[in-house]
C-alpha cells in the first residue's frame, strides 16, 4: 500500500505538487494524468525519492519513504521511463539484469530471470540477448525498458511515459502486453501519461492533476459520466465521451443472443466502440457475433448502443 | 545532377597527377661531395635501374583505380599497389645510393630528394584513402593503414637503405640517436602522466559544478594561445628563481633550464584537451539514462563508474589522444631550453645546415606521432563489454 497525505513540493518558488493526498491499495493499476508541468511526473519521482518532498507523508510498505536508504527504496520499485533510458554499453541482457546484479543474485538465477523476461516481453532470448540498445527498434528498447523495470521482482512498477516515443501500433501492442503482466503478476503499478485513451485503456483508476492539484480521482467510466469541472470534461475531451465511453465495454454486454444477422461476424471480445465503428461502416444496424473459437451465437444491434448498460 | 564521370575516384585522381610531376620534375636523389654541402640533382629519369621500370607496373594499377568502378576489389588492388610501389621506391633509392657509393669518396652523400618524398607521401595517402574505401572498422583500418609502412621498415632493418645520406647521418650518430629518443619520450610520458592526475579530477570537479567552468577554461585557453618557444622562456625565470631560493629544489634536478621547465610546460599545455575532453565525455552521457540508473537503485558512486564513466570514455580518450601527440611534437621545441630529446638533433642539424641531421630528428618524432595516434585510436574504438 502507498499513502500520500498532504504532500507538497515547490521547486524555487514554484509549486509543482500541492496538497496531493492519494492512497493507492495493492494491485492498483492507477495512472496519473495531466497536461505537460501539472506535476505527474513529480509525483511519480516523489515516490522514489528522485525528489524528496517538501511537506507531508508518503509510506510506502508501512513506512515513511524517508525511514529507506534511498538506494533500497528504489530497488523495490521498478522504474521504466521513455526509451532512451536504456543504458546504450550495455547488452540487452546487462540492462536487464542491472537490479537483480546490484541485489546481488547469483549469475545462474540472473541469466534465468532475464531468460524468462525477455520470453514474457516477447524478445526472442538468444536472437537479442548480446544486442545493444541501439541495435533495436523504438518498440524492441521499449520491451527492455519494462523487462528491466520488472527484473528484480518490485512490490511496485513506476512508469513514467514509457510509450510516449511509439507509434500508434507499437504502443497498442505493448499497452495490451503491460495490462496482460499487470493481471498476471498482481503488482501495483504507477503510470504517468498525458494520453487520455492510453489511461482510458490502462487504469484500474485515474488520478487527474492540474497544476499540481488533483482534479478529479476514479475509475474511467466515473471520469467520463460523472466529470467533477469543466477541465476535467475539456481533458477527456468533450465530443468524444460517448465514443469513449463505448471503448470501456465489451460486445458481450449488449450481445442478443439467438439471434442471427448477415456478414462477417464480430467477435464478442471486441469493444462496443469497435461494433459501432463496424456497423456505420457497413451503413448497417445489425451485427452477426461471434465467440472466441468463431461459433455465431447473436447479434448486435445499433439502437442497443445508446441503451444503459444491462 | 547527377553526372556519370570516367574519374571515378577523384582523390586518388589528384594524388597520381602530384605523383606523376614529382617523378618527372623533382629529384628523385642528390649526390654531394659531403654532408654540408647541397647536392646535384639525380632525376628518375636517370636512374637506370630494371626496378624502375618494374615500378611502372604498380604506377599503373594507381592510374587504373581512378577510373574503374569502385568496388572492394579495386579498393584492395590499389592499397596493394601503393604498398609495392613505397616499398620499390625506398628499394630503388637504398639500392642506387649503394651503386653510387662504390665509385665515390667516402665524404660523398646520396640524399632522398624531393621527388622521392613526394611520390613516397602520395604512395602512402593512396594506401590509406583505398583502405577507408573499403569500410572495414576502425581497428581493421588502422591495422592496416601501418601495416602499409611494414615493407618499408623491414628493408631498413636488412640495411639495404644504409647508403643513403640520412642512414649513414644515423650511423654515425647511433649512441646520441638513442639517448634523445629516450630522453624524448621521457618528456612525454613526464608530462602526460601529471597533467591525466591533475587533469581528471579537474574535468570531473567542473563537470559536478557548473560555476568554476569558464574562469578554468579561460585561464587554460589563454596558456593554450601562447607560443610554446615564450612559454618555455617564461617558465626558465621563475623556475630559475625558486631554485636559487631552495636548494632542495635543485638536488632533484629542478632549474631553470632542462627537464622541469620543458614537462611543466607540456604540462600546461596537455591540461586543456584532457580537462576539456573530460568535462565534454561526461556532458554527452544523456540526463534520462543517469536518471533511469539513479531510479533503479544504482548509487551515486555506482552511476558514476558503471554508467557515467564508461560512456564517457571514447570522447575523454580523444582527448588524451589530441594532448600525447600534441606533447610528442611540442617536445622538440623542449631543447632549445636544454631538455634534449629529438629537438636537440634538429636544431643542432638547422644550426650547421645538414638537412639529413634535422631529418634524423624530425622522422622518428613523425613516426612516434602516428604510433601514439594509432594506438589511441585502436583504445577508444575498443569496446569491451564491461563486467555486469
Not at chain 1, 495531466?34 to 510506502?60: A, C, M, P, Q
Not at chain 1, 540487452?92 to 543474485?105: A, C
Not at chain 2, 653510387?100 to 618524398?117: K, P
Request: aromatic share 6%; charged share 20%.
Amino acid at each position: 500500500m502507498i499513502i500520500f497525505e498532504h504532500v507538497g513540493k515547490a521547486f524555487a518558488d514554484v509549486v509543482a505538487i500541492d496538497d496531493l493526498s492519494l492512497t493507492i491499495a495493492e494491485g492498483e493499476f492507477v495512472v496519473v494524468i495531466g497536461r505537460s508541468g501539472s506535476g505527474k511526473s513529480t509525483t511519480l519521482k516523489l515516490l522514489n525519492r528522485l525528489v524528496e518532498h517538501d511537506s507531508g507523508r508518503i509510506v510506502f510498505a508501512g513506512d515513511e519513504i524517508r525511514r529507506f536508504k534511498p538506494e533500497e527504496l528504489r530497488r523495490r520499485m521498478g522504474y521504466a521511463i521513455q526509451s532512451i533510458g536504456l543504458f546504450p554499453h550495455w547488452t540487452v541482457e546487462q540492462n536487464i539484469g542491472t537490479v537483480p546484479e546490484l541485489l546481488g543474485w547469483p549469475r545462474a538465477r540472473i541469466r534465468d530471470r532475464v531468460t524468462e523476461l525477455m520470453e514474457l516481453l516477447d524478445l526472442a532470448p538468444e536472437t537479442y540477448r548480446g544486442r545493444y540498445p541501439h541495435q533495436l527498434s523504438g518498440g524492441q528498447q521499449q520491451r527492455v525498458g519494462v523487462a528491466r523495470a520488472l527484473a528484480g521482482d518490485p512490490a511496485v512498477l513506476l512508469m513514467d511515459e514509457p510509450f510516449g516515443s511509439l507509434d500508434p501500433v507499437t504502443r497498442e501492442t505493448l499497452q495490451q502486453e503491460i495490462v496482460r503482466i499487470h493481471k498476471a503478476s498482481g503488482k501495483t503499478i504507477l503510470f504517468v501519461t498525458h494520453d487520455i485513451d492510453e489511461a482510458l485503456r490502462l487504469a484500474t483508476r485515474i488520478v487527474l492533476l492540474d497544476r499540481g492539484r488533483v482534479v478529479q480521482v476514479g475509475t474511467a467510466r466515473e471520469i467520463l459520466e460523472q466529470p467533477a469541472t469543466d477541465f476535467v470534461s475539456d481533458f477527456v475531451g468533450r465530443g468524444d465521451i460517448g465514443i469513449k465511453l463505448l471503448g470501456l465495454d465489451t460486445v458481450a454486454a449488449f450481445v442478443r443472443r439467438g439471434e442471427s444477422a448477415a456478414g462477417d461476424p464480430i467477435a464478442i471480445s471486441a469493444s462496443l466502440r469497435e461494433a459501432l465503428s463496424m456497423l456505420v461502416a457497413r451503413r448497417v444496424d445489425r451485427l452477426p457475433v461471434a465467440d472466441d473459437d468463431g461459433r455465431l451465437v447473436g447479434v448486435i444491434a445499433l439502437a442497443d448502443l445508446a441503451k444503459p448498460r444491462p | 545532377m547527377f553526372r556519370t564521370s570516367a574519374v571515378k575516384n577523384r582523390v586518388l585522381l589528384v594524388l597520381v597527377i602530384v605523383g606523376a610531376v614529382a617523378a618527372w620534375c623533382l629529384a628523385f636523389l642528390t649526390v654531394a661531395p659531403n654532408r654540408l654541402v647541397s647536392g646535384t640533382a639525380i632525376p628518375l629519369a636517370q636512374i637506370s635501374d630494371p626496378l624502375r621500370d618494374v615500378l611502372l607496373l604498380p604506377a599503373a594499377i594507381l592510374v587504373l583505380g581512378v577510373f574503374l568502378p569502385q568496388r572492394g576489389r579495386t579498393h584492395v588492388a590499389v592499397a596493394i599497389a601503393a604498398t609495392l610501389l613505397l616499398f620499390g621506391l625506398a628499394w630503388l633509392a637504398g639500392a642506387h645510393a649503394a651503386r653510387l657509393a662504390e665509385t665515390a669518396v667516402a665524404t660523398s652523400r646520396t640524399a632522398l630528394g624531393g621527388g622521392f618524398w613526394l611520390l613516397a607521401i602520395v604512395a602512402w595517402l593512396a594506401a590509406i584513402d583505398a583502405i577507408e574505401r573499403l569500410r572495414r572498422g576502425p581497428v581493421a583500418a588502422i591495422l592496416a593503414q601501418l601495416s602499409v609502412l611494414l615493407p618499408v621498415i623491414a628493408l631498413l632493418f636488412a640495411g639495404e637503405l644504409g647508403q643513403l645520406s640520412l642512414l649513414r647521418e644515423y650511423a654515425t650518430r647511433k649512441d646520441v640517436f638513442y639517448v634523445a629518443l629516450a630522453r624524448h619520450v621521457e618528456i612525454v610520458v613526464a608530462a602526460l602522466l601529471p597533467t591525466l592526475l591533475v587533469g581528471i579530477p579537474l574535468g570531473i570537479a567542473l563537470f559536478r559544478r557548473a560555476k568554476p567552468k569558464v574562469p578554468v577554461f579561460a585561464v587554460l585557453n589563454v596558456i593554450q594561445t601562447v607560443p610554446s618557444i615564450a612559454l618555455f622562456g617564461l617558465l626558465m625565470v621563475p623556475l630559475a628563481l625558486l631554485a636559487g631560493a631552495l636548494p632542495g629544489l635543485r638536488s632533484l634536478g629542478i632549474s631553470g633550464i632542462g627537464m622541469a621547465p620543458a614537462v611543466i610546460a607540456l604540462m600546461l599545455y596537455s591540461l586543456l584537451p584532457v580537462v576539456r575532453s573530460t568535462v565534454a565525455g561526461l556532458d554527452q552521457v544523456p540526463r534520462p539514462v543517469v536518471e533511469a540508473a539513479t531510479g533503479m537503485g544504482l548509487t551515486r558512486a555506482q552511476v558514476f563508474r558503471k554508467v557515467e564513466l564508461p560512456i564517457a570514455l571514447p570522447v575523454f580518450l580523444s582527448g588524451v589522444r589530441i594532448a600525447a601527440v600534441q606533447a610528442v611534437g611540442l617536445a622538440v621545441v623542449a631543447a632549445l631550453i636544454g631538455a634534449g630529446g629529438m629537438g636537440a638533433l634538429v636544431f643542432q642539424g638547422l644550426a650547421s645546415g645538414a638537412l639529413d641531421l634535422v631529418l634524423l630528428g624530425v622522422i622518428p618524432v613523425v613516426a612516434l606521432a602516428v604510433v601514439v595516434d594509432a594506438a589511441f585510436r585502436l583504445l577508444s574504438s575498443y569496446r569491451g563489454t564491461p563486467a555486469g
